[in-house]
Nanobody, 122 residues
Framework: VQLQAFGGGLVQTGGSLRLSCVVSRGTFRSYAMGWFRQAPGKEREFVAF????????YYADSVKDRFTIAGDNAEKTVYLQMNSLKAEDTAVYYC????????????????WGQGTLVTVSS
């Protein structure tokens, strides 16, 4: 299984970015997916989760109403639309395929993408 995340970059405060994560060499539609992020000097934290049916989503309180996770089974891709970005959203963002357990724990995910850097300048 291989996950490849891309779409990060430099954006000003209040701007938007859309991250994408393509799953190759593995099943996509049978698994829930999540996005995490890790800022310098901090632990990896949960951002968003989408169930394998793609009809239920969960978000960290810090990104609720600003970020939207979506999945496209045909494209084997999960997206993270990020709006109204803040400086504190600066981090490396990782996508991951859920294995088992609570969706907000990194240990509940078995496969991870390589990460894509998002930098929000104030």
């Amino acid at each position: 299984v291989q996950l490849q995340a891309f779409g990060g970059g430099l954006v000003q405060t209040g701007g938007s970015l859309r991250l994408s994560c393509v799953v190759s060499r593995g099943t996509f539609r049978s698994y829930a997916m999540g996005w995490f992020r890790q800022a310098p000097g901090k632990e990896r934290e949960f951002v968003a989760f989408i169930t394998r049916s793609r009809d239920t989503t969960y978000y960290a309180d810090s990104v609720k109403d600003r970020f939207t996770i979506a999945g496209d089974n045909a494209e084997k891709t999960v997206y993270l639309q990020m709006n109204s970005l803040k400086a504190e959203d600066t981090a490396v963002y990782y996508c991951a395929r859920h294995f088992r357990g609570e969706h907000y724990y990194p240990t509940s995910y078995l496969y991870w993408g390589q990460g894509t850097l998002v930098t929000v300048s104030s």
